[in-house]
């Protein structure tokens, strides 16, 4: 039996439309379906079961609104043969089609000579709907060239000046493990399972061309990228994202989110955009034993409303003149003053999830925040932003461990384009 | 502002009722809303956002139709002073009430001496729902007497025989430092983060007196604790649990999970029972590799239907008198002969999640099951079925890489009564 063109639901001769249609009702267009902000975030994302559309002008997972859980996986590519890695982006391209569209990554019990031939898929994901699944993939500064100045594949003239190495930041721990990578691939989905599933099922069809450098979960997300979704809270406890740049702005994103026509490396890179990953410790145990007080001027906005201070409501206006005897009500070194484009004269669009990796073997949780941001160039995006960031009140709470930098390419679009195809092409 | 008495929800002055109110309008009493057996398992649980009674004559979160989402943390106790302990379990106890309510751990935003204290709960989860949170308590054997035979805390002759470090299995490599532990908490939610949260506010309860040993988030529930439920399917890509003892057979319940009045340890333990942790790494990138045919002899299953082989559906009776061309229809080293009551002897319930922990540093995911059982007796339960499995084909696919033990007191019963009372009494 042959799945093509079946959606996961459809290949198990189900009608789908019971409760997965109900759930969905309110989640118009692929949008979360919570709306008013202030109101509480009920359910989480995983009541939007539908497919967002895999093909467009831009990737997937950018600007698509924040999915409310993320697989990512840096891989390093293994092969020497160009061809080889062509392959593999055309095979991921064809099933990041089908699993965005709810379907199976390919045949599952398939007859060979026979025999039930090795799945094309594996399984864990048979029963469930799309579950807003986007793959976005990145290329890494070392597929282009490595550290030593090889070219690899010949790409050595196609890196865009931008796509670089990150540079030192004060009171970084950067683990090299967690850090970097050939190739990365973003899973959203507001089902957990499906984007692991995705993940999965690319290393799968990537054997013997690339293979997992490391690979992080994150289990809610910590921004809104639509202003039709309600700000979720981070593991300070405070709602985070609110000032984020969102897809209803789309003048703001062609100015700090897209790669544009004249930028570096535009032949094959615009339309897309760099993504920026960073692994960001909290330090959990101290945050929770500073005082309300400490807690909104090192953030700058209030606990529970998520207001900036000196103001009532979460989305009044950020207003740095605003004074309570005699002071500015939002510190100058608060997050909300360094990071906000008004002082850090720049925007990057917010995508990170919340992590919880177990314990430290100190007794402490290993949890914070997984940072991710798209930037039309990290220079001028995250650099600049975290350049501002050096006397931030939060740095007592925080540690950066792990970094990367990737380049988007712009959307697939027709039925024979690939990930990739403008850079290899 | 105090808080006491208000739901999370409504600590925001909001009606609550919109949203949320129509997606769990399907989920009765608790129970996952997804109902016949073969229907898609559209979105995960997540759409339950209804609180799950705390008390109760069992702990709540051993029977309670599973919850989506885990986090599961062993703490080790670090003070000698019993009282101290006892009055973190009394601490505890209040704020799993309130939380496991959908309210706040304690007040945000108190003042004292004109000033905001210090929070008395983290914030992650002032907008959410209850999300069927369940937090379920027990005791190591380590709490009643150390390795070196010191009595702690007075309960060394309150230590029931059956409350023992398991034995050692064939092939497992047991990690010392995510295994054992005093206390545990299992913490269940249909949303992750109010998961996460609960466990925060509980260690963050017992700073000076509970240090984190070790915790786990799980993902996806791998097990039906209910026949209202449907099947989930694990990380092998097959359905699992669908012949687990269920909430609908108290008579089984009574028999292989409620610790009784005659047993060991029934003046404090009755009405209690044992949960056994481990975590099993699976050999995802091996199983991939196998024809479907392999994993199929290898479960005793079809891997779409779920069906006992030599049957057609899932919950058609699992008969191992069926032969296919003069050979067992399901193999006799299949993972379904050796584990199934018929053949182990005896019965346990499983209520497992998948994990991924982000990756090896060997090119490979680091994935598998959390596996955790619940049992009369951990010899007559899961010791038992673990020995018989010493010859299951699916053991050239995993391997366990923690160990746990734990006692689970009854439930707590009047607004007076808390965690662990009939042990420390």
């Known amino acids: 039996m042959s799945a093509e063109g079946l959606s996961r639901r459809r290949f198990f001769g189900l009608a789908g439309a019971g409760t997965a249609g109900v759930i969905a009702a309110g989640a118009a267009g692929g949008a979360i379906g919570r709306a008013t902000a202030g109101e509480p975030l009920a359910p989480p994302a995983s009541t939007a079961t539908d497919a967002v559309p895999f093909t467009g002008e831009h990737q997937a997972g950018i600007v698509t609104p924040a999915q409310d859980r993320l697989h990512f996986v840096a891989l390093d590519v293994i092969t020497d043969d160009r061809a080889e890695l062509v392959e593999m982006l055309q095979a991921w391209t064809a099933a990041a089609r089908r699993m965005t569209a709810g379907q199976d990554a390919g045949e599952v ?19 469930l709907p799309a579950s807003g699944l986007t793959l976005t993939i990145g290329f890494g500064p070392t597929l282009f060239t490595t550290a030593d100045g090889v070219d690899r594949f010949g790409l050595a003239d196609r890196r865009p000046g931008p796509l670089a190495e990150l540079p030192a930041f004060p009171g970084e721990a950067i683990d090299p493990a967690i850090s970097g990578g050939d190739l990365c691939v ?87 955009s760099y993504v920026v990953t960073r692994k960001i410790r909290m330090r959990i145990e101290q945050w929770d034993t500073a005082t309300l007080a400490d807690q909104e001027q090192t953030i700058g906005r209030t606990k529970k409303a998520g207001a900036p201070l000196g103001q009532a409501a979460e989305f009044d206006p950020v207003d740095f003149a605003v004074q309570v005897d005699g002071q500015p009500a939002i510190p100058v070194r608060s997050h909300v003053a360094l990071a906000h484009p008004t002082n850090s004269g720049t925007a990057i669009l917010r995508r990170g999830y919340s992590f919880v990796d177990g314990s430290d073997g100190l007794g402490r949780l290993d949890a914070g925040l997984f940072f991710i941001a798209y930037q039309r160039d990290p220079e001028t995006g995250f650099v600049q932003v975290q350049r501002n960031l050096r006397t931030d009140a939060m740095n007592e709470y925080v540690q950066h461990t792990s970094s990367a930098v990737f380049a988007c390419p712009p959307g697939v679009t027709g039925p024979d384009d690939w990930w990739g195809r403008t850079l290899f092409s």
Chains 1, 2 share one sequence.
């Open 109 to 127: 019990g398939a007859v060979e000579g026979g025999q039930y031939a090795v799945p094309d898929d594996t399984g864990e994901a048979l029963d």
């Open 186 to 272: 973003q899973a959203c989905a507001n089902d957990p399972q499906v984007a692991v599933h995705a993940v999965r099922n690319l290393v799968r069809l990537g054997a013997g061309v690339v293979s997992v450098r490391w690979s992080q979960l994150g289990f809610g997300r910590t921004s809104s990228t639509s202003s039709a979704q309600a700000t979720p809270r981070n593991l300070f406890g405070f709602k985070d994202g609110t000032d984020n740049l969102k897809a209803e702005a789309p003048k703001a994103l062609d100015q700090f989110v897209w790669v544009a026509d004249d930028d570096p490396g535009a032949d094959w890179l615009a339309g897309g």
